[in-house]
């Protein structure tokens, strides 16, 4: 039996803390029973218009996990409507995340419900910016419409778009994107109402409401094009007219969607449909080690830089086209291709550019991915099959090629070789943490093991869902014991890939840093804080 001292000596000795008990009156109990800390609302936000909820977790379904996520907006936009908007502005406009509808939800409830008119104003001027496309706008209104009806802001808001958006892009619009989600554009036209003097932009909208035409100008070239496309009866006329109009696939009739449409597609549709559509491209033999040059064409486009970010293609466009192209069968439907390997590297390689230009920290890394139990449930971003394990693997990848010196190694209640290698490919990484996932999660063992085996680590980056609970320490006490024992002042960084509040970050500490998981702004911010800018 412990004596009364042993005992109080227990009580406030942190290497006696569990993390099924609170270190201190900061933490939280998270959905595993873990104590760890809150998250502040900038980054929760982040991570909510990066990751999304619709994929849930191991511990909640995804309606329960959106329906968490969604209570949390409607309290942040009363409490701090100008926060939320700031931080979605620039989740969008520096491409921070991959799919626009988390940030279109957010600028819906805002716009909606926010208290201050001040704030519901801002948020409909921005409507234009964070909507660019048709179906954007569509996803928006049917936000929009379950949040309230149709008011004197709602109805400018909208009507500011279709008067404002350069009439050549409203054309394309009018025939690229007429309906999605129980909204068409005329449904959204005759409720709003805009007003214009320019004849051209009046044509189109008009051919928006009711599908005629009037009068031709430059900018309404494409609307006659999609008209004369319809008329035709093979995919070569098809074709022909596509190149001369400059019409996306969406205007040929489905049933006329053959080799040569596809073909001229290439030269019509930009990076984000070529990404989507490698698939196709092999599937009708367009896309094949026959056709040398126009293979030459496809991965000069999707390794060029300047075209990655002037297509606003995120990091997880480029890996979901890997992992669709790269198994030679598409997600839906009983479509089968031969993936072209040099099509195949070239995704690694675009996965990797499309982050940007990261430089190296050029520190001691260790890149710690949890792959205990419950990084196995759900889906990042909304990606079928790209579980946080999956996602975890794919990002270190990032750092294990830029860092100089890096070891990868994956933890669940004890620390594991993963033996990854910086010449993996993506789907190497992520078969290697698929295989190796089981078990409870104790996120302090990155450091416990480097202190163990006296590995010299300047940076340690913790890839987990934060659902940590089974160790006999803290985290944080892990890393205080290993900066003392090994005499470095180690940092921490902690990449979460589920959008829940929780990090094993301590959010008061300068030697710690929690990140959202493929935000795509996050590889440079973590090279900077390794190195001590931050």
């Not at 802001?153 to 350069?166: D, F, K, Q, S």
């Not at 192209?325 to 993936?339: C, K, N, S």
């Not at 675009?350 to 792959?371: E, I, M, S």
């Not at 609970?469 to 892990?478: D, E, I, L, Y």
Request: hydrophobic letters at 45%; one cysteine or more; a positive charge.
């Amino acid at each position: 039996m412990k004596t009364p001292l042993k005992t109080m000596l227990s009580a406030v000795n942190p290497l006696k803390r569990p993390q099924g008990q609170p270190l201190n009156a900061r933490q939280v109990q998270n959905n595993a029973g873990g104590f760890v800390y809150s998250i502040g609302d900038e980054a929760r936000l982040t991570r909510f218009l990066v990751l999304g909820s619709d994929g849930g977790t191991f511990y909640a379904a995804p309606e329960q996990h959106t329906l968490q996520a969604t209570d949390f907006l409607r309290e942040l936009v009363v409490r701090d409507a100008a926060l939320a908007l700031r931080i979605t502005l620039d989740v969008v406009r520096r491409n921070r995340a991959p799919r626009p509808d988390p940030a279109l939800l957010m600028l819906a409830l805002i716009a909606k419900t926010a208290p201050n008119v001040t704030d519901r104003q801002a948020a409909w001027a921005a409507l234009p910016e964070v909507a660019r496309t048709g179906t954007m706008l569509l996803h928006f209104l049917a936000f929009a419409r379950v949040l309230g009806g149709w008011g004197r802001l709602t109805r400018r808001g909208v009507a500011n778009v279709y008067e404002t958006l350069p009439t050549e892009k409203l054309a394309l619009w009018a025939v690229k994107y007429k309906a999605r989600d129980g909204w068409s554009q005329a449904d959204a036209l005759r409720l709003a109402h805009p007003k214009t003097d320019d004849p051209a932009r009046n044509a189109v909208l008009k051919f928006m409401v009711d599908g005629v035409l009037e009068s031709k100008h430059p900018e309404t070239r494409v609307i006659e094009g999609a008209g004369l496309v319809q008329a035709t009866s093979t995919d070569a006329a098809a074709a022909v007219l596509m190149r001369a109009y400059g019409l996306p696939i969406e205007t040929v009739p489905t049933h006329l969607r053959g080799p040569e449409v596809y073909r001229a597609a290439l030269s019509t549709g930009g990076l984000t449909w070529l990404l989507r559509n490698l698939g196709n491209l092999g599937r009708l033999g367009v896309l094949s080690l026959n056709d040398r040059a126009l293979t030459d064409a496809i991965i000069a486009r999707i390794t060029d830089p300047a075209a990655l970010k002037r297509g606003r293609i995120h990091p997880i466009d480029v890996l979901k086209a890997r992992l669709v192209y790269g198994q030679g069968r598409g997600v839906r439907g009983d479509g089968t291709w031969i993936p072209v390997p040099r099509v195949v590297d070239t995704l690694d390689d675009a996965f990797y550019t499309a982050f940007g230009n990261v430089q190296p920290a050029g520190t001691r890394h260790l890149l710690a991915l949890d792959v205990s139990g419950s990084m196995t449930a759900g889906q990042v971003a909304g990606v079928p099959g790209l579980t946080p394990n999956m996602a975890a693997a794919a990002m270190s990848m990032l750092a294990l090629k830029t860092e100089p010196s890096a070891l990868t190694m994956g933890f669940a209640q004890t620390f594991r070789p993963l033996n990854l290698t910086p010449k993996d490919t993506l789907a190497a990484a992520m078969q290697k943490a698929q295989s190796a996932s089981f078990g409870a999660t104790d996120c302090a063992q990155p450091m416990l093991w480097a202190a163990q085996h006296r590995q010299q680590i300047d940076t340690f980056v913790v890839y987990t869902d934060n659902e940590t609970w089974a160790g006999h320490v803290h985290p944080s006490v892990a890393l205080d014991q290993y900066r003392q024992r090994m005499g470095i002042a180690a940092r921490l960084i902690v990449v979460g890939l589920t959008a829940t509040r929780f990090s094993i970050a301590d959010p008061s500490r300068s030697d710690m840093l929690d990140v959202v998981g493929f935000d795509s702004a996050a590889p440079q911010v973590m090279s900077s804080f390794a190195r001590g800018e931050l």
